[in-house]
């Protein structure tokens, strides 16, 4: 009765909380259906946030709307860009491959993954301190929000974070691992827990992704070496 009772109350916190959990499994897939699952997860948590008074956090749902629409976008273009580009070479490639039993180039339609560079890097960098300081500043002179550092900062690095995964950066899990694991204890003070278990499920998965990601940069190294 408790357990049906809660659940009962907390059903949309719930909700988002699955559809969260599915969008780090596409994520580290690289499916590009994540952004729409990501839409939906951040619609759910701008309500949630908003009711628990995590103005930043819910501000940065609303990025993640945005963010979501243009990675799918990004996504999608770089697919394209690839099948256009390959289109003139498929034939050559498409008759090794079928003596090898290997796929042509013009069949792998998806946006690679890259590394960061150290400008972007830096810029990256830049951005983030600027939007920690603007967003604590916000928060502390204009909201009656009870955490103002750490809300400023998951929210500051979480908007790099999802920009570098929109560009498919194999780095972003650095962050998204920083971001999951001091979300959960900043939500445990909130008393948010079934947030706390998707934040540290979402930890768990960062080191999934960080390997799996990894795993593809090192394919795609030993394909260019061979072409």
């Known amino acids: 009765m408790i357990i049906t009772h809660w659940l009962s109350n907390n059903y949309i916190e719930v909700f988002g909380a699955v559809t969260g959990i599915i969008f780090v499994f596409l994520e580290i897939r690289q499916t590009i259906w994540l952004w729409l699952v990501g839409i939906i997860t951040s619609a759910v948590y701008i309500w949630v946030f908003f009711t628990s008074k995590i103005y930043a956090d819910m501000s940065l749902q609303v990025?993640?709307?945005v963010i979501s629409c243009l990675g799918w976008y990004w996504w999608a273009k770089g697919i394209g860009r690839r099948a256009q580009g390959a289109g003139h070479r498929a034939e050559d490639t498409g008759r090794r491959a079928q003596g090898t039993g290997q796929k042509g180039d013009g069949e792998k339609?998806?946006?690679e993954v890259t590394r960061l560079k150290p400008r972007?890097?830096?810029?990256?960098?830049i951005?983030?301190?600027l939007l920690f300081i603007?967003?604590?500043l916000f928060l502390t002179r204009l909201t009656d929000s009870p955490v103002p550092v750490r809300d400023s900062f998951i929210t500051s690095l979480s908007i790099i974070a999802t920009w570098m995964l929109a560009r498919k950066i194999?780095?972003?899990?650095?962050?998204?691992?920083?971001?999951n694991f001091?979300?959960?204890?900043l939500f445990m003070t909130r008393g948010l827990y079934p947030t706390v278990i998707l934040y540290v499920v979402y930890g768990l998965?960062?080191?999934?992704?960080?390997a799996a990601w990894g795993k593809t940069i090192k394919m795609d190294l030993t394909t260019s070496k061979n072409e």
């Open 109 to 111: 339609e998806e946006l």
């Open 205 to 210: 998965m960062s080191f999934v992704g960080l």
């Open 63 to 65: 990025y993640y709307l």
């Open 127 to 129: 951005v983030f301190v």
């Open 134 to 136: 603007a967003m604590w």
């Open 182 to 185: 001091v979300s959960a204890v």
């Open 120 to 125: 972007t890097g830096m810029v990256l960098a």
């Open 170 to 179: 194999y780095e972003h899990w650095y962050l998204w691992i920083v971001v």
